[in-house]
């Protein structure tokens, strides 16, 4: 078997698990995304598994491609910290990791801290535009992505003018989810007339419009608005859930009901539940 020539992967262990409230998927994210890849010997993914353990620390198991480094916990004294203490905590275990281990996988140690430090003077906030601009030939205008990664993550979508100046910004949805959601939920996106930008899901299926002239914005899911019951108790679970649309309860709601007038069981368990219980965001 081949042995991985570049290290791109990174992820956390915690056993048992924290608090939901941890954010070890955004930290894992930040670093990996300015990361990028680096040469290694046979390692290309790196798990920080944190044990209660002091004697533990700093040892290492290697198996097929994956390597996990131990790092020692203080679960006590983490409980503690405020957010951005933890942050700081589980950025530097991964950086701790790779300095330790540099010269045994041969990873390039100045790059590693050059990316530590990058991703903490930013404040463990990511904010830059995501993919490529799409030109619009005759009217010269451009439209792009952009996310902004802090405690939540924002997708956009900015229209620029020809001399590639923001005119305006449009958010597409705010959620809790990962830029790894975001990576593989957002596809295409291309013009469809001077006033209509179209934003594919990674499925083909499901798309956004944003009319640039009115601002609107608008999520299509054709398996609902076909009128099929369970397309549209699936629909509903999108906008309780709020990962690629902005969260509307309002809205779930009005879906659920459709679907359930149908006779589609699901739909009319969740719109009871819903109807009867206070709304948690409030």
């Known amino acids: 078997m081949t042995r991985s020539t570049y290290l791109k992967y990174f992820d956390f262990d915690f056993t048992p698990p924290l608090p939901e409230d941890l ?27 944190f044990v209660y353990d002091q004697q533990q620390h700093l040892s290492s198991v290697e198996f097929l491609d994956v390597m996990i480094v131990k790092i020692y916990f203080d679960r006590t004294l983490f409980s503690s910290w405020n957010i951005n203490d933890r942050k700081c905590f589980l950025l530097h ?8 281990y540099a010269g045994q996988y041969g990873w390039d140690r100045n790059y590693c801290q050059n990316v530590y430090q990058h ?27 952009h996310v902004h990664c802090s ?43 001077q006033t209509l930008v179209h934003l594919w899901d990674s499925n ?10 009115t601002d609107q914005l608008s999520f299509h899911y054709p398996r609902a608005e076909r009128g099929d019951p369970h397309g549209q108790y699936d629909f509903a679970r999108i906008y309780l859930a709020g990962i690629i649309v902005p969260r509307n309860r309002e809205k779930a709601i009005e879906l659920l009901r459709k679907s359930a007038e149908q006779g589609f069981k699901r739909a009319a368990y969740l719109l009871k539940k819903l109807e009867t219980e206070e709304d948690p965001q409030k």
Do not use: C
């Not at 955004?26 to 040469?39: M, P, T, Y």
């Not at 100046?165 to 996106?189: C, P, Q």
């Open 151 to 193: 405690d939540t993550v924002d997708f956009s979508l900015g229209l620029f003018d020809r001399k590639k100046r923001l005119l305006k910004k449009r958010l597409i949805a705010r959620s809790l989810s990962t830029l790894g959601t975001i990576d593989t939920t957002y596809g295409k996106l291309e013009w469809l007339d």
């Open 23 to 49: 954010p070890k998927e955004h930290i894992v994210d930040l670093f990996a995304l300015e990361f990028g890849k680096l040469r290694s010997r046979g390692v290309a993914k790196l798990i920080i598994q």
């Open 119 to 145: 991703v903490l003077d930013s404040g463990m906030t990511l904010d830059r535009w995501w993919g490529k601009p799409v030109l619009h030939g005759p009217s010269q205008m451009s439209v792009q992505a």
């Open 93 to 100: 275990s991964i950086w701790l990791a790779l300095d330790t």
């Open 204 to 213: 083909k299926r499901d798309y956004w419009d944003w009319n640039i002239e």
